[in-house]
């Protein structure tokens, strides 16, 4: 296995044991795939949840560019609800996880058909 299958194994790991779902591994996979590089990055794969300017930029550059939704409150208050799931004293909120819970949230699968 390969450093990105290992990251792709934690990431399951986290959306079983922190946020109580069962993940589909081929959109995982698609999802992490789609992070790029920004995986094998401390600080890029993960989500500063308590930073404006993070939840600015999951809001800009992966729900209204990537998954194509219209800047709205509800894309606030879905991020906070993917974040509150993920549980607030959780540190590492894993960047490939909070959009893959987006994107079910939202039902964008399609995005990574």
Do not use: W
């Amino acid at each position: 296995m390969g450093k990105r299958d290992d990251l792709i194994a934690k990431y399951a790991d986290d959306l079983k044991n922190k946020c109580g779902m069962t993940p589909d591994m081929d959109l995982l996979t698609k999802v992490t795939i789609g992070c790029g590089p920004a995986i094998y990055n401390a600080d890029a794969s993960t989500v500063a949840g308590s930073q404006p300017s993070e939840i600015e930029t999951v809001k800009t550059n992966f729900l209204m560019k990537k998954l194509g939704l219209k800047d709205s409150a509800e894309l606030d208050t879905a991020i906070k609800s993917v974040l509150e799931t993920y549980g607030q004293s959780e540190r590492n909120k894993y960047r490939a996880v909070v959009y893959y819970m987006l994107t079910k949230h939202f039902g964008k699968e399609a995005v990574y058909g």
